[in-house]
C-alpha cells in the first residue's frame, strides 16, 4: 500500500490546514487510518485515528480543534486542523493499516510526510 500526502505548508497562529492522504494498490483491506506528527527532537506522537468501522480518537492537545474523517470510497484520510498553534509545528505523516486479503498479518504503512509550520 502506497501513501500520498498533501496539503502541509506554513500558516499563522490561528490559521486552519487541511491535510490529505491517499491509499493505492490492490488487494488489501484497510483497518485503521491515522495521522501522526513529530515536532523536532520529539518522539513520533499519535494526532488522530479512525479504524474502520468505529470512531475517531485524538490526542487531548487537538481535540476541539482538528478532525479526522475519511472517504472509504477513495481509500483517503483527511486532517482538517483549526485554531493552530505554534506548538503544532511537526511533520505529519500519515498511516494505515491494512491485512492482505485473505490474511490476518497487520501491516502499517506510512506516508512520506508533509510538513506543517505555524508562525506566532
Known amino acids: 500500500v502506497q501513501l500520498v500526502e498533501s496539503g502541509g505548508g506554513l500558516v499563522q497562529a490561528g490559521g486552519s490546514l487541511r491535510l490529505s492522504c491517499a491509499a493505492s494498490g490492490s488487494g488489501f483491506s484497510i483497518s485503521a487510518m491515522g495521522w501522526y506528527r513529530q515536532a523536532p527532537g520529539k518522539q513520533r506522537e499519535l494526532v488522530a485515528v479512525v479504524p474502520s468501522g468505529g470512531s475517531p480518537t485524538y490526542a487531548d492537545s487537538v481535540k476541539e480543534r482538528f478532525t479526522i474523517s475519511k472517504d472509504n470510497a477513495k481509500n483517503t484520510v483527511y486532517l482538517q486542523m483549526h485554531s493552530l498553534k505554534p506548538e503544532d509545528t511537526a511533520v505529519y505523516f500519515c498511516?494505515?493499516?491494512?491485512?492482505?486479503?485473505?490474511?490476518?498479518?497487520?501491516?502499517?504503512?506510512w506516508g512520506q510526510g508533509t510538513q506543517v509550520t505555524v508562525s506566532s
Open positions: 498511516n494505515v493499516k491494512y491485512r492482505r486479503l485473505g490474511f490476518s498479518l497487520q501491516y502499517n504503512s
